[in-house]
């Protein structure tokens, strides 16, 4: 399943509203000036899946920077 990254300074897109809550907030740790908003499929918001996406998320962004997209959907198995 793939979770949404959205950066934190703007809205979550249309197409997306209704199918994704937020979990957590990551900050990329390499520039320490965007953060992600997190947001899990509303009916899969499992724990440990929330996360292995969240850990997938901080470990990635360093990889990014300082080209952050706006917004990414994360791989459907983080870590494989």
Not at 4 to 11: C, I, K
Not at 35 to 49: F, G, K, N, S, V
Request: aromatic share 12%; proline share 10%; glycine share 4%.
């Amino acid at each position: 399943m793939q979770f949404l990254a959205l950066r934190s300074d703007g809205p979550l897109p249309t197409q997306y509203q209704d199918k994704f809550v937020q979990m957590q907030v990551i900050e990329c740790f390499k520039c320490k000036r965007v953060r992600y908003h997190l947001y899990a499929p509303i009916l899969q918001a499992e724990r440990d899946q929330i996360e292995a996406h969240g850990m997938w998320l901080s470990a990635d962004l360093p990889k990014l920077c300082p080209d952050h997209p706006y917004w990414f959907l994360t791989p459907d198995k983080p870590g494989e």
